[in-house]
Structure formats: C-alpha cells, structure tokens
C-alpha cells in the first residue's frame, strides 16, 4: 500500500485510545508478544503537522510490540498482516502528559500498516 492521506475529524480530541480498521488484513494476527514490521505514518492531532513516516525513510521498521508506546501496544494486537489501521492517542497513552519530549501532552493520530508478524 502507498502512504496514507489523513482526513481529520472535526471537534476536540478523544480522551479514549480510537482503533479503526482501515483495511482488514488476512494474514498472521499480531499479538502483544509479537515483533511487527510495519508502515507507519504519525500526525498530530491538533496541527495535522507529520512529526514520523517510515514511508518517508522509504523503508518498513521492526518493533516489538513490547517497547513501544502503550495506544500501539493495546492497538496493534488483533491486527492481521495486510491490514491497514488507525490509532488515534491520547497523551496518557502516548508519550505522557506533560514532561520532556517534544510529543508529550499532544494526542497522535497513527496510520499503522502491518506487514509481518514474528
């Protein structure tokens, strides 16, 4: 698949973590011990500004679903191989509310394609 376009939703930013099926995908399932190679494109929810995109580096990333953030390791688990899905991510579930990285207090909108599971 190519590199997502964002449509952004109107009004405030959910306080709950949001999990849309993009495209429903018909290989392996991940689950929460499993290390993904993915897609990702990151937004922020409030400017639209892009802050990440392995489409930009022009190559697919491999995470332990372990180490990353908590919305990508309660919202990738369940997902197929093939599959194309949104997250949208409170703070809380991101990289926090307050503190010292640059992202921390900011909800995150995430198009995540998997493309294997190990």
Do not use: C
Request: charged share 20%.
């Amino acid at each position: 698949m190519s590199k997502p376009e964002i449509e952004f939703p109107d009004g405030p930013a959910p306080a709950e973590l949001e999990i849309v099926d993009l495209v429903e995908g018909s290989g392996e399932e991940a689950l929460a011990s499993s290390t993904v190679e993915v897609h990702y494109l990151g937004v922020e929810y409030d400017s639209g500004e892009e802050f990440d995109s392995s489409w930009s580096r022009g190559e697919t990333i491999n995470f332990p679903l372990r180490s990353l953030i908590q919305g990508w390791q309660i919202g990738i688990p369940g997902m197929k191989a093939g599959g194309r899905r949104k997250l949208v991510v409170p703070p809380a579930q991101a990289y926090g509310t307050a503190g010292g990285h640059p992202l921390a207090g900011k909800t995150l909108i995430f198009v995540i394609d998997l493309v294997s599971v190990r």
